[in-house]
């Protein structure tokens, strides 16, 4: 029963990749990458250009002759953004379906509960999303962007632009804390003050008490690591209130599923934030990835921040199998380790050996008219947070994720 | 100064919100005794059927006015015709079933509108008041409300109508036997009900971003509000969205927004420690 369940959801993904390419010349033998995304549910405005990311990142990988000559198949499970499905499919992929790495994950709590599973089968695993850092383990490769990496650009960028004194408003769980306090370092770095911090609930959706208390502050700037639909409300409503042109405003979530194209020009406009990758940017690279995922996916306009750092996951991942030429976990480690690096729409991306994490490029940006327009770009910024606690070199069996004391 | 008038407006906006967010479930649930579970739902179609209409080109006032409240009051209709109906008098039964409906129009809402968060900006600018900007949307929200409260209070009060549904949702039976029947005036009472949570959801959705399970939000606000007005309709609900709306933005300013939520709820436990039937059975006795 099961084997037929496998073979069903397996054939399914090869037909999607088979049917848009011309096959490769194969052996026998497929190499088994599994995925485990929300594709329904509430997340799934992340987790559906990630899915679509897979879909694209394979099919270019079997394009090119697929690796060690063998075609990369895909099965994929959607976990409906619910956390139980996630330690069960983990668990289905890793024992049953027996596939040879696994790629996935959009919570932080997915992570931890896919990655325990991947570590005790001995299966490589891969994460691919923007999050608090700190997850030291040697199987496991991230490519989304730290706190650090991106706060770091970001508040001197919005300081320069604003002034010293900094209002931090902030989502109430571990990846708010944690960014909040990053914030707060940086402030201080640059010769700032944070002048007061707020932690709202995910599911508040009434600043008005807030802006009026952001207001007898009198900040400079306001940083705003808000996550979630509800907190969109606090940039709809700063700006009803006209505060817009008031106080200038930051944010290291707003974007990353595509916010900025549902606040309109008059709420956006000037919000500044800094990622890895934003649709403005002019690449070659850039410029090929989106006309290829519009040729694929009939004309979407979907792909993000996370759609991408999980395309170049894939491609890094590839390019680590295809160093190592085996398909072995260790051996791919250890290639990934020597430093593999890879150019994709968001620009190069480089394993950092100590941490697992990437080495990439990260994007001042700044909203207009529903865009996010590219200011300047600072290249290859390391995952400075992770790096101060983890050192997989030094101690390869470390399976902790630190709370980094700053 | 200026501070403190911005406090007031925030407190007054609060006790607004909550009464525009309770209202329909006062009908509902304090007046028919039918557990709304999908009451935050109701809340969150009105909210697509704005957008959707100001999408189409409709004036927001007229969408937020006129347009949402009818149309979710019709869906409210076939709802009560379909479901609702059977089942009046069981409680446990109602909760079941509206909780089973509140998935179904999630699931309707992400098929048609996507899971993406929408929504539109507020039609109305904000303001300075000395040195502060105050958004003018809450001045908006809290004439609604005020004039919510004052219609409904006309309405159950001085029409003929609101004298039927109010007597026939103490004595269903004896209403009947005076030549009134029981099912048309429970679909009407129903279908105002949806139509108050319709308008609650337009009249919030410029200030808030849309996504279809915004609904969960609201949910527990409004049974919190309800159950602790007690049985008046009306002065249980002003009287127990004061309270509440008081105390989580007095909390919210002078500490911070999570202790303003965690206010709000344990003012409701020492409420309905202090007043198990809710605060009309003890205070405003006999009032509606």
Known sequence: MSLNRRELLGGAAALTTAGLLPRVALAADTIRLGSILDQSGPFDAYGKPMAMATQ??????????????????????DTQSDMALYSQYAQQLTRQDRVDVVHGGILSASREAIRQTMRKTGTLYFYNVLYEGGVCDRNIFINGVTPAQQVEALVPYAMNNSGKKVYILAADYNYGQITARWIEKFVRDNGGEVVGTDFFPLDVSDFGSTIAKVQTAAPDLVIA???????????????????????????????VGNEHKVLTPEEG??????????????????????????AMFDGDQSMHEIAVSHYHGLHTWAEGVRKADSIEREAVIEALETGV????????????????????????????????????????????????????????????????EI | MDLSFVILVEILYAVASLVLISAGLAVVFGMMKVINLAHG???????????????????????????????????????????IRHLYGRLVDTMLATWGLSLVFIGLATMIFGNTTTGISTPIPGFAVGAYQINGYNFFIIVVSVLLVAGMYAV????????????????ADMAAALGYSPDRIYMATFFCGSALSGLAGAVLAPLV???PTSGGAYIAKAFITVIAGGPALIAGLVSSAASFGVVSQIFTF??????????????????????????TARLFRGKL
């Open chain 2, 254 to 279: 002078a500490m911070s927004p999570v202790i303003g939520e965690v206010a709000l709820l344990v003012a409701a436990v020492i409420l309905l420690r202090a007043m198990p039937q809710g605060i």
């Open chain 1, 269 to 294: 406009n000037g919000i500044m934030c800094a990622y890895n990758y934003s649709q403005e940017l002019d690449t070659p690279e850039n410029r090929e990835f989106m006309a290829r995922w519009a």
């Open chain 1, 56 to 77: 694209l990142a394979v099919a270019e990988i079997n394009e090119a002759g697929g690796l060690l000559g063998r075609e990369v198949e895909v099965v994929a499970y």
């Open chain 1, 225 to 255: 690591p808000l996550v979630g639909g509800p907190h969109l409300s606090f940039f709809r409503q700063w700006a009803a209130a006209g505060m817009k042109d008031k106080i200038a405003l930051a944010s290291t979530t707003l974007g």
């Open chain 2, 41 to 83: 739902e109701f809340m969150m179609m009105g909210g697509y059927v704005t957008i959707t209409a100001v999408g189409l080109g409709v004036n927001v006032f007229v969408a937020m006015l006129v347009i949402a409240p009818l149309i979710v009051g019709l869906i409210g209709l076939v709802v009560e015709r379909l479901v």
């Open chain 1, 341 to 404: 690096s890879i150019t994709g729409p968001g620009g190069k991306v480089t394993v950092d050996p100590q941490t697992h994490h990437a080495i990439l490029d990260v994007h001042l940006m700044e909203m207009r008219d529903q865009k996010m327009a590219v200011i300047e770009t600072l290249p290859q910024r390391a995952p400075i947070d992770t790096q101060a606690v983890c050192d997989l070199g030094a101690n390869p069996d470390d399976n902790t994720q630190y709370e980094i």
């Open chain 2, 156 to 171: 159950l009060r001085g029409t003929r109508g609101g004298l039927i549904a109010r007597g026939t949702m103490q004595r």
């Open chain 2, 209 to 211: 971003g849309l996504v």
